[in-house]
């Protein structure tokens, strides 16, 4: 009788022991990936006055630059989420861009956050050039709705 009741307290034990592995293993794990600079720094910058070699002194050089003519800086910061054994969950995700203009002048800072698998813009600082990053076609489709058939005689 003694004999049984060790047994079974060992199987209780064991299966107890087994319940909380199972159970850590499916807690969540968490990951950071890149780097976005803190916000200190980023209000160092002063757009149309610092340099691309200013921008990097105060907030480092990104990982990654603008593949077309080297147009720009950007940071990424991304969260995963894993639960047991599925497959990585991305929870969060942010993009800062830092353009410059032809003069090598910092002329955006932009933040963008993803939600629910759209890019959304979470902060912009921009200078007043309502016209440098759009093509001639986007302008000329922006005006049509815009046209004023007087404009062209009487």
Excluded: W
Aim: net charge positive; proline share 6%.
């Amino acid at each position: 009788m003694r004999s049984i009741r060790k047994t079974s307290l060992r199987a209780m034990q064991a299966a107890t022991l087994a319940v909380a592995f199972g159970v850590a293993g499916c807690a969540p794990q968490f990951s950071n990936h890149g780097y976005i600079p803190p916000q200190e720094d980023l209000d160092q910058l002063e757009i149309g006055t610092d340099t691309r070699e200013s921008v990097a002194e105060k907030v480092g050089v990104p990982v990654s630059s603008g593949v077309l003519n080297d147009s720009g800086y950007y940071y990424v910061r991304m969260r995963t989420r894993t639960i047991g054994p599925l497959a990585p969950q991305e929870i969060d995700r942010q993009v800062l861009s830092i353009s410059f203009n032809q003069a090598g002048r910092l002329q955006n800072i932009e933040r963008f956050g993803l939600e629910r698998g759209q890019v959304v813009p979470l902060e912009r600082r921009v200078t007043s050039s309502p016209v440098s990053d759009q093509t001639f076609l986007r302008q000329l489709l922006g005006n049509i709705g815009r046209f004023n058939p007087a404009a062209f005689g009487s």
